[in-house]
């Protein structure tokens, strides 16, 4: 059963402070990663997608993915209040169709 | 970059009835779009997978007469929960994804927040 793993939370960090998020994946066969963000009660939206191992980086959000370890982080400086949310890592499936499976997702507080 | 339209945003139903849920990629083509519903506190759980012209998919424990999918055309999807019960009040999200663009993310709609009565 492909799965993807990621700590609930809630992660809290004062405001200013990095915010790591982590997500491990069962599927080796696995080649692109998402994070998207979710506030409540909203759609979740793309924040980041990576598919090379090594990090990525966008403004505030780098992306690091270890094909390896199957591991795949989100790293968020200079937190701010408005980047509390809920954090959903998706992996892309193997298959022709390409389906993403996503994580329980990690609930973030930042604490002004 | 790619925009998925999804109406209702908010619907609410007596048990028994029956609800459409209307999901449209505006500025691409999606042979394939996603159907997702998220409980309160949960994560997304794919329902089924949408195929322009052909059956959908559904993942296992789905019932595929009661959530029945179609996908006419390559900018339309639409699901509809038949003879609607107040377990199947969750929100909704359609999704789709620029295939002819290669790697390209997933993107979603805005969601429809089913409740029923």
């Known amino acids: 059963q492909k799965e993807v793993e990621q700590n609930s939370g809630p992660l809290s960090v004062p405001e200013g402070a990095i915010a790591s998020l982590n997500c491990t994946y069962s599927?080796?066969?696995?080649?692109?990663f998402f994070w998207y963000r979710q506030y409540s009660g909203k759609s979740p939206e793309l924040i980041m997608f990576?598919?090379?191992?090594g990090d990525k980086e966008d403004g505030r959000f780098t992306a690091q993915l270890n094909k390896a370890s199957q591991y795949v982080s989100l790293l968020i400086r200079d937190s701010q209040p408005s980047d509390s949310a809920t954090y959903l890592c998706?992996?892309?499936?193997?298959?022709?169709?390409?389906?993403?499976?996503f994580g329980s997702g990690t609930q973030l507080t930042v604490l002004p | 970059g790619a925009v998925v339209s999804q109406h209702p945003s908010w619907v609410i139903c007596k048990s028994g009835t029956s609800v459409k849920i209307e999901c449209r990629s505006l500025?691409?083509?999606?042979?394939?779009m996603f159907w997702y519903r998220q409980f309160p506190k949960q994560s997304l759980m794919l329902m089924a997978t949408?195929?322009?012209?052909?059956?959908?998919?559904?993942e296992q424990g789905v019932e595929k007469d009661k959530f029945l999918i179609n996908h006419a055309s390559l900018t339309l999807s639409t699901l509809t929960v038949t003879s609607a019960h107040p377990e199947d009040s969750s929100f909704y999200i359609c999704?789709?994804?620029?295939?002819?663009?290669?790697?390209?993310?997933?993107?979603f709609g805005n969601g429809t927040r089913l409740t029923v009565t």
């Open positions: 999704s789709a994804r620029d295939l002819d663009r290669g790697r390209s993310p997933l993107h």
């Open positions: 599927d080796r066969g696995s080649q692109s």
């Open positions: 990576i598919y090379s191992n």
């Open positions: 998706a992996v892309e499936g193997s298959g022709s169709a390409r389906q993403l499976t």
């Open positions: 500025d691409f083509q999606a042979t394939t």
């Open positions: 949408s195929n322009e012209g052909s059956k959908a998919t559904y």
